[in-house]
């Protein structure tokens, strides 16, 4: 009977626990989370602000549940205070003892509230846990005036919920554009006239500087100009929990997270842990677009590497690719997707690229009700692989992406991509020529 | 100046003269056809006949546009009587001779009627033209009954248009279910079940025999059983236009349409004809699951052989691909679409396959308006490698479909999908593992 411990009880956590069980039924699989809620959507909190989606009913399952139906022991509100892997025991706050024969880290992230004077006032938020979703709600009553600190997906989906609850919604962000780094301006510029029209004011080029208050927000400041409000949410991101892996002594890579094999096994002074294994938000992943490290701080990345730790945790082998990340928010009526690199990131790797871009629609012209759809995609131009790619419409766009994800992962060039690849056919449901075939064809004639 | 004469003015043919004219702004680009609309969808009769589509949206572009903005001249109207290959010309039937440089062929299928008696009567027909669509809808003012022959696709859309108008509809079909040979049967039997839930009749497994009537139709027979009717439509398929070919004695294939390299040029006599091109329904394609020929008669086929034929003719080199031939079908609210091989028809080609299946939502659980999505995988048991999908649902098909012939034509295996593959989430978008993946990891465990 193998035993398996596993920290953390998000997405990576809890498919890691539940395919070790299913994988080895005999296997004694025991869950430690310092959380009180587990198996949650965090990328939901934005919509149930709103009201969209219920507290309750994103909790897929509680501790019972898995208790009853799979066999696994969830420990919540139980913090894990020591680990010993020569003896291979976990140690948690009330000094209990348990065993393991392997272990599953996944631990998560936090947000990252960058450390500027006043963050730590009344009504100072950062967005990723549903005790932080429950906080800012009760919070909102007294409060007329937000203002979001970062313009990435969380907080532009957030700006909007808050917007469609009657709230004044400000974003600040330090660059110039709205989901920089992974989106280009020109497919990210729609977001935002869409979110102006809609309401939120937004300040561009702004590092926030300070949060102002003596004991309640009261607002914020960014270069020398204040804006007055109630309420700040930290959307600045997510840094990986580092405490355990430190504790343990494994390898952290350059950026900031835990290196793993594609088993998803952890490296201790270079050499593969036999009996440790990570998944989730807490590691730094091999991209698929360069040599080298990536991360995908994103909940499919955390089953997918779920599954992956737990199937081995348990004696079985399965690995885990290389990843071009695919993303989508939606913005309302809007979805805005993307997957490898973008233009700018692109050129921070020293990546010479070329773009194509198509705008058609969802439907085929003459059927009423189509939508309009933008697809644009980068190749490298030297190799003319195909390495990163967005899409912006109100529909339709989510199998698209991953269809895109697939080539990237796959190092397709273009020309071959062209040559290749075929598209479904239907007036009600797409074009022709579906328009990721004509981004293709556009960049073709550009490379 | 390179002289490039298309005859066929479809997808294919028009495409082809386009982006010869686009490639090689000085070709000189005549097109004949005996049609007298041309560059339109047929794929979008169906909808045309209740209305959702109007006949003069569905027609893109008329010869005046083709000559005024595209420098293309279109004959239409104009039958091709004679082609002599030596002598690179072609005469239409008013004895008019013209030369080329490059033929293309684009003569399309036309719908195949099986030749039972009262084929011929008045109030039958076959849909595949506007004018077939038009005379339809104007015969349809007197008719209360029809009967569809045939239960493919386009039968199904049909059936549903005319129950929309109120029409009483009967389908009758050969084989024991709805969207025989390309998809499953319990992938299509639910749509069989949505359409007689919304009044159209099915006679399964019933050859029809004998239209009745004496000068207009009355009913039809199959095997010992009557229904009376005052419309017949066959929707029985499509057989390629080779009366050009055959002039020509170009190769045609084993399926009955002409042999093309991946250049989309002719073969004679086993020879690489160096300036016949063809593009469209009247070809047959390399498959990509199994060596050998396949079908593959469809308009996103068509566009796609246009462009490499077009190119090709103009003097550029283009290839196009083997083909897994998605296909997606709106009946209603649902959708249905496949690629590659249905189990049916993977037994025929003595492939022992294995299939997985998952059923999950288009968005997350806990999001609301989420539509049921079923996708079914196939892979060859031999080399585990996928040959074939099939998604049901209501939204968000396509994109998926395409997704996965993108697998099928490169050879992925299901093993190698799970890794390799990923897919971006969001709430109202997706679910966190995406039901393809579920349905791959069904078919990794049944493997």
């Known amino acids: 009977m193998v035993r398996v411990i596993v920290i953390g009880s998000g997405a990576a956590g809890m498919t890691a626990a539940s395919e070790a069980k299913r994988a080895d039924p005999s296997a004694e699989v025991t869950v430690f989370t310092e959380d009180e809620h587990i198996a949650y959507s965090p990328c939901v909190i934005p919509w149930a602000l709103e009201g969209k989606a219920k507290w309750e009913d994103i909790v897929m399952h509680d501790a019972d549940f898995y208790s009853k139906n799979r066999g696994i022991n969830v420990n919540t509100r139980t913090k894990v205070t020591e680990v010993n892997d020569s003896e ?7 000094g209990d003892v348990f065993q393991y024969d392997s272990l599953i880290i996944a631990t998560g992230s936090s947000v990252f509230i960058p450390p500027v004077e006043g963050k730590d006032l009344q009504n100072v938020f950062g967005i990723k846990t549903i005790n932080d979703g429950k906080a800012i709600e009760s919070a909102l009553k007294d409060v007329k005036r937000v203002v979001i600190a970062g313009a990435g997906v969380i907080g532009l989906e957030t700006a909007l919920s808050l917007i469609n609850i009657g709230k004044e919604v400000t974003v600040i962000e330090m660059m110039s554009q709205v989901i920089p780094r992974i989106a280009d301006s020109d497919m990210a510029a729609p977001i935002q006239k869409y979110l102006e029209e809609k309401g939120v004011k937004f300040v561009m080029n702004a590092p926030l500087k300070k949060v102002n208050g003596t004991e309640k927000v009261e607002g914020v400041t960014t270069g020398d100009t204040e804006y007055p409000c109630e309420m700040v949410i930290f959307a600045t991101g997510v840094r990986a929990n580092l405490a355990i892996p430190k504790m343990l002594e494994l390898d952290i890579g350059q950026l900031g997270a835990v290196i793993t094999a594609p088993t998803m096994q952890a490296y201790k002074r270079g050499r593969l842990c036999s009996n440790i294994f990570l998944a989730g938000d807490v590691v730094q992943c091999q991209s698929a677009v360069t040599s080298g490290a990536t991360m995908s701080q994103l909940g499919s990345s955390a089953v997918k590497q779920g599954l992956v730790a737990g199937k081995n945790a348990v004696g079985f082998k399965s690995v885990s690719g290389p990843v071009a990340s695919p993303w989508v928010s939606a913005i309302g009526d809007l979805q805005i997707a993307g997957t490898g690199m973008s233009e700018g990131l692109a050129s921070w790797y020293g990546l010479e690229i070329v773009s194509g871009k198509a705008t058609g629609l969802t439907r085929a012209r003459y059927y009423p009700g189509g939508k309009e759809l933008t697809v644009k995609i980068i190749a490298d131009k030297c190799s003319h692989r195909i390495i990163g790619a967005q899409i912006l419409s109100e ?34 449901t797409n ?17």
Chains 1, 2 share one sequence.
């Open 431 to 447: 074009q022709v020529r579906d328009v990721v075939l004509s981004a293709v064809d556009d960049l073709i004639k550009k490379l």
């Open 395 to 428: 529909e339709e766009v989510t199998g698209r992406i991953n269809w895109l994800t697939s080539a990237i992962i796959e190092g397709v060039t273009a020309e071959d991509f062209a040559i290749r690849s075929e598209n479904a056919y239907c007036p009600p």
């Open 88 to 94: 291979r025991t976990v140690t948690t706050e009330n």
